[in-house]
């Protein structure tokens, strides 16, 4: 069973560019998290989606970001107009429904993003 | 609100020594509790995990850690540190009312000397 698959894993942009990061979760698993880690930080939560539906964005900056995990195909997180303080490394993580509880949620090896 | 307090974002230890990497929780319900290990360049690979079963969790790679409410507490150790241990470790809580959103803390960097 392969693992939480991101790509690509490093991905540079001039400001002003898009830049769309992908997160195929595990098999089995319908809930997929990101989450946003920059330089000498922890992981700061962004979005929690399930299949074609957002459930708590709460994580998400009010402008230029957006999330979508489609019925088929991967989650796509995607920056509009990207700026210096983009730059960052951006983990996809994923878990089956849940069952009472929190569960365990999986990581997968992240995107850096470079903005120039 | 969560929260998730690591003291000591750097700690260093001698080969075969005791590691314990602090890290205290506020929630206002019982929590969920995890620990992470993240290598250079890796995504996150998770230690351990507090589900309100037995407050003394075993993990991987012969981690433990022990849950204590009254010091909203949920401190790692290992007995002796191995050189192989030598990574950035992040503690997190969750909530069941939170939608399975994680907080982190901003991680403890684990050195070992030889």
């Known amino acids: 069973n392969a693992g939480v698959m991101q790509n690509p894993r490093h991905l540079v942009r001039r400001r002003g560019q898009e830049a769309r990061l992908r997160c195929s979760p595990m098999?089995?698993?319908?809930?997929v998290y990101w989450y946003r880690q920059l330089p000498e930080e922890g992981l700061k939560f962004m979005v929690y989606l399930q299949k074609e539906n957002i459930i708590d964005e709460s994580g998400m900056p009010k402008e230029r970001f957006s999330a979508e995990f489609p019925k088929e195909g991967p989650s796509i997180l995607r920056i509009q107009q990207v700026v210096r303080g983009d730059s960052a490394a951006y983990f996809c993580?994923?878990?089956?429904?849940?069952?009472?509880?929190?569960?365990?949620?999986?990581f997968g090896p992240g995107t850096r993003l470079t903005v120039l | 609100a969560q929260s998730v307090t690591q003291l000591g974002s750097h700690v260093s230890v001698s080969e075969g020594a005791l590691v314990l990497l602090r890290c205290n929780y506020s929630s206002s319900v019982p929590p969920y509790l995890f620990w992470y290990v993240q290598y250079p360049n890796q995504g996150l690979q998770l230690l351990l995990k507090?589900?309100?079963?037995?407050?003394l969790v075993k993990g991987i790679n012969g981690f433990e850690a022990e849950f204590k409410k009254s010091e909203t507490s949920f401190h790692l150790t290992k007995p002796s540190a191995h050189m192989s241990d030598a990574a950035e470790y992040f503690c997190?809580?969750?909530?069941?009312?939170?939608?399975?959103?994680?907080?982190f803390g901003t991680g403890t960097s684990l050195t070992v000397i030889p």
């Open positions: 507090y589900t309100s079963a037995a407050t």
């Open positions: 098999k089995g698993h319908s809930h």
């Open positions: 993580a994923s878990s089956p429904p849940g069952q009472g509880g929190p569960n365990e949620q999986f």
């Open positions: 997190a809580v969750s909530e069941a009312n939170t939608g399975n959103q994680f907080y």
